[in-house]
């Protein structure tokens, strides 16, 4: 569905993506992770066919999108991070105004619509103005939108930015049962919980290039431990007790309000810090996860945006 070879975007001596290669088969869902200023929201730019690539090789549905992008357009479905809903207007009208912009009858677009407020669970709300949705409708009705046009490929940035946990569970449900449909999925998102809910592969970015790639279970497997131990012991004792648990996990990690121990025998290595004479003031084993992954590769600072 999408083949990028030593894809590149400069803004004169900014190289804001540096030779990326990535491949997203039909029907999967990709994800694609990075911190601010990572190049996520460039290469997004790209692969919708609105951004010219500087150089590298870039093919959308087996077409090259410096030549034809509007025919490549009309097979994308975009759901940006901002809703940018028209609030005029009644949920029902929304819809059928984008519908009108790829150029869908009236008449096809009366059924489309009805399938797709149920599809977004949002019937009884057709003729509510979208001023009186909550944000989890209002972030369902603009994916209904981008799929107005039945779209090969549905490109979503944050989908779930902003959402309380149950949107978001109503969300990805949602996205299972287009993914179930054959619609492929290029996401991206900073919730490392909803990568690994969502994402078949994924890669990640910083600095504009992938630093990693693979399922998230594969991504784990290979940067990090089974389990990792938090521990606290006061911001002020930390450091001193970390220095004194050689031996103890594979991999250590201070921060300011806990030590992090990479093991892959977390009860095991907590007996171990206690036998020490070290008594923590919390202490929690839990499983490795992608967010483990993703601070590993890419740091824990704050970048710019």
Known sequence: MIRARRLTKTYGDFVAVDGVDLQV?????????????????????????????????????????S???????????????????????TVAENLLTYGRYFGLSRSYLRGRIDELLEFAQLTDKRDAKVDALSGGMKRRLTIARGLVNEPSILLLDEPTTGLDPQARHILWDRLFRLKETGVTLVITTH??????????????????TIVAEGSPADLIRAHSTREVVEVRFGSDRNPEVAAQL????TRREVLPDRILVYTDSGEEDLQAIVARGFMPVTSLVRRASLEDVFLRLTGRSLADE
């Open 246 to 249: 050689d031996g103890i996990g």
């Open 191 to 208: 919730y490392m919980d909803e990568a690994e809910q969502l994402c078949d592969r994924l890669v990640v970015m910083d600095q504009g």
């Open 25 to 65: 088969e039909r029907g999967e869902a990709f994800g694609i992770l990075g911190p601010n200023g990572a190049g996520k929201s460039t290469t997004m730019r790209m692969l919708g066919a609105t951004l010219k690539r500087t150089s590298g090789e870039l093919t959308i549905l087996d077409r090259d999108p």
């Open 67 to 89: 030549t034809q992008g509007p025919v490549i357009r009309a097979h994308l479905g975009v759901v940006p991070q901002d809703d940018a809903l028209d609030t005029e207007l």
